[in-house]
């Protein structure tokens, strides 16, 4: 696979060739299931990118490393604010560089992955009631101390990491037509968009109660969001950022919303037929097919990105 044509964008496809040869053998590459037509009640076969089993429980590894392989990292180290996910993924890249970390969180990260960013031997600060809290208390610390930022989403680097995933799966599965991509901040869409622009169509897949790109979309420039869903701990942005708005914009085929109810059957629907335990936010981008928001056109080879896996799995059986 090679480079696509020039982008006035301010990150390229080169950009995702240069952080997959700066990331490799820092992280996984991370299976494919092939489900059959007929699987999760689909008349369609399904290729599968398991990011969830990625280095901390899902793809943000790849943004992480990206981001600290190509900066000067100052002594004070790294800090950034998260749902959960980002920060477990900075925290185990800081660690496995040699950098301190320091980790801000909202009251409302999920337990599973604040023992992650606890394991990863980062500083776990948490901050209020929503990740726009802790996101204000990270801006507050790195004027304090000197800090890098590292940002979820809306930054060349993160979203250049995020890309590789797509470069990966296309290698892996190059007949592919449309792939179901959840997204939160947008840094993994916008990303995956670059690399499959004029080859895959990319579909966008957010809770109705957490939608900052599908809002940013139709209003053609990012807005604030309500944020109240069952997925809010991983896809909980307020506001998509600039830089995410005016990829997706050019590049992103379609936008849906699925409810709560469908992302709870979907993450269930993929542990009893699959075994594989994905968070909310994981198994968003199945929801657009088991609720039927999406549906497949004859013969259309559908991918669907199940991005993270971290969960307790009494969450799922009894939930």
């Known amino acids: 696979m090679t480079a696509q044509a020039a982008s006035p964008l301010p990150v390229t496809p080169a950009d995702i060739e240069a952080a997959a040869a700066r990331i490799a053998g820092r992280v996984r590459r991370t299976p494919v299931v092939e489900s059959g037509a ?3 009640g689909i008349d369609a076969s399904l290729s ?4 969830l089993v990625q280095h901390t429980g899902s793809f943000k590894a790849r943004g992480a490393f990206n ?21 477990a993924a900075v ?27 606890r394991a990863a031997g980062a500083r776990l600060h948490v901050a209020g009631t929503r990740y726009a809290d802790a996101a204000e208390a990270c801006a507050r610390h790195r004027e304090e101390t000197g800090a890098m930022d590292i940002h979820a989403y809306d930054a060349p680097g993160t979203i250049a990491g995020q890309g590789t995933v797509a470069m ?9 037509d449309t792939v179901l991509i959840a997204v939160g901040g947008g840094g993994l ?12 169509r990319v579909v966008a897949v957010e809770p109705e109660g957490s939608c ?18 069952l997925a809010a701990d991983s896809l909980g942005a307020r506001r998509c950022g600039d830089l ?11 936008s849906l919303l699925v409810t709560d109810e469908a992302i709870r059957n979907a993450q269930t629907r993929l542990w009893t037929e699959l075994q594989v335990a994905a968070e909310p936010g994981g198994a968003t981008a199945l929801a657009a097919l088991t609720s039927g928001v999406y549906r497949p056109a004859p013969g259309e080879r559908v991918g669907v990105l199940v991005c993270g896996g971290n969960v307790a799995l009494d969450s799922i059986v009894t939930g």
């Open 38 to 40: 007929g699987s999760f």
């Open 48 to 51: 599968m990118k398991l990011e």
């Open 67 to 87: 981001t600290l392989l190509s900066s000067d990292v100052p002594a004070a180290g790294v800090a950034a604010a998260s749902g959960g996910n980002h920060g």
């Open 91 to 117: 925290a185990y890249a800081a660690r496995a560089l040699g950098h301190q970390a320091d980790i801000f969180v909202p009251e409302t990260s999920a337990p599973a992955k604040i023992a992650r960013i």
């Open 168 to 176: 990966e799966w296309l290698e892996q599965v190059p007949d592919l």
């Open 189 to 200: 869409i916008s990303g995956c968009a670059l690399w499959l622009a004029g080859k895959v």
């Open 212 to 229: 900052a790109l599908h809002a940013a979309l139709e209003a053609g420039e990012p807005v604030d969001v309500p944020v109240d869903s």
């Open 244 to 254: 995410v708005h005016t990829i997706c914009a050019a590049h992103v085929d379609q």
